[in-house]
Nanobody, 123 residues
Framework: QVQLVESGGGLVQAEGSLRLSCTAS????????MGWYRQAPGKQREPVAH???????NYTDSVNGRFTVSRDNAKKTVYLQMSSLKPEDTGVYYC?????????????????WGKGTRVTVSS
């Protein structure tokens, strides 16, 4: 079982910055994908940004150019640097990883989620 521990949420004024961190632990074979989702009040959870093991990243359009996702593979940690924050960025941010196991000759993939860290951006 992979455990995820997030940190770095909080209250910030618009145009401010925050940095989220998420560290994975447990019996880990490989983590081909690490990143973040968020859930705004009254809305569905949505993907924000992810990075693969090579560092290739992707972002949802609304955060492109403002957020940067990165990972430290040795530390099994993913970061989300959020800048120029807007009130609409408010929500609970969830760490998300895909864990890959190899069983016989097959690769098996499992999704894991953190408990979430709250980000509140005031106007």
């Amino acid at each position: 079982q992979v455990q995820l521990v997030e940190s770095g949420g909080g209250l910030v004024q618009a145009e401010g910055s925050l940095r989220l961190s998420c560290t994975a632990s447990g019996p880990i074979f490989s983590l081909p994908l690490m990143g973040w989702y968020r859930q705004a009040p009254g809305k569905q959870r949505e993907p924000v940004a992810h990075a693969d093991v090579s560092g290739v990243t992707n972002y949802t359009d609304s955060v492109n150019g403002r957020f940067t996702v990165s990972r430290d593979n040795a530390k099994k940690t993913v970061y989300l640097q959020m800048s120029s924050l807007k009130p609409e960025d408010t929500g609970v941010y969830y760490c998300h990883v895909v864990h890959r196991l190899v069983y016989a000759t097959q690769s098996l993939y499992y999704d894991y989620w953190g408990k979430g860290t709250r980000v509140t951006v005031s106007s």
